[in-house]
């Protein structure tokens, strides 16, 4: 047996919904968690739990009030970098875990961050880093996994098999360098969320407040987000990598295709997303 006595006790329960020849495969394969905010930092969470034991995490901010209502941090935490705080929080849970953090991903350090990676989450807000990293994932063909903490139970993933990023989130940036990228700013709503409009019913569900979906189409106010939206997320993201990207006996839904559920109107959702 490859596992110690205590990394067993901690994972014996997944025994039966995996093998122990499938655990250790989840413990030694490594995944690079690109932002970890509502999204990431629940994942990282997880994926610990579930017995990943090799995990990179980047990101450049740190906690403020406005993510008290979703994200793995309380008020001593405020003003921390995200990266550092969940770091200790993790190596908590499993002090033998291999994990290493960057606050910056770009241009020179970015082949170096990604190498021996075998999955790719990304979960930033930062549309520029996520073109550079989504070229970059399909260069070294590393699959790249990918959703929103909208309340749709779904995920996509990027390969050498789907469409790329940039034609996906239809951003006329395909012919810029990296080098150019970098010099140029983007606003994440304003330039990726159009083409999140196209999941059924969004508009009525963030127009409780009237005027909002208006606000975040022109980038004027940020994503909405609750806990239970991004938590379920997570979740969902999890269940991808282990069972679609590590052990893939689940078959990849990729982009441009959504598969998924609408769990606030309970119905199914299946559609290709179309340029806007």
């Known amino acids: 047996m ?23 495969l989840i413990r030694t394969s490594k995944v690079a968690i690109m ?11 997880l994926l610990v739990r579930i017995g990943c034991q090799n995990i990179i995490i980047c990101d450049h901010d740190k906690y403020d009030h406005s993510n008290l209502n979703r994200q793995l941090c309380t008020l001593k935490d405020l003003g921390k970098y995200k990266v550092d705080h969940l770091k200790e929080y993790v190596l908590q849970i ?52 990918e ?41 994440a709503y304003a330039e990726l969320f159009p083409q999140l409009t196209q999941f059924p019913g969004l508009q009525e569900i963030y127009d409780r407040e009237i005027g909002t979906f208006e606000k975040l189409l022109s980038g004027q106010i940020s994503f909405p987000s609750m806990a239970p939206f991004v938590h379920l997320t997570a979740s969902y993201l999890a269940t991808e990598i282990i069972f679609a990207g ?5 078959e990849k839904v990729l982009a441009p295709n959504v598969v998924g559920y609408d769990y606030l109107r309970m119905r199914s959702i299946k559609f290709t997303m179309k340029p806007t």
Not at 3 to 16: L, P, Q, V
Not at 246 to 250: E, G, N, P, S, V
């Open 246 to 250: 590590i052990l893939m006996t689940k």
């Open 94 to 145: 499993d002090p033998e875990l291999n994990i290493s953090e960057k606050k910056v991903v770009n241009s020179e350090n970015i082949e170096e961050a990604l190498t021996n990676v075998k999955i790719v989450v990304l979960s930033l807000d930062d549309p520029i880093t996520s073109i550079l990293i989504a070229r970059k994932c399909r260069e070294m063909n590393i699959p790249m996994v």
């Open 2 to 24: 490859l596992i110690e006595d205590t990394y067993f006790a901690r994972i014996n329960r997944n025994i039966g919904h995996i093998t122990y020849q499938e655990q250790e």
């Open 147 to 187: 959703s929103w903490g909208i309340p749709y139970l779904w995920a996509w993933w990027f390969t050498s098999n789907s469409i790329d990023y940039e034609t996906c989130y239809n951003i006329p940036t395909k012919t810029m360098t990296i080098e150019e990228l970098e010099h140029r700013e983007m606003s």
């Open 35 to 45: 932002g970890v905010g509502g999204l990431g930092g629940p994942l990282t969470d």
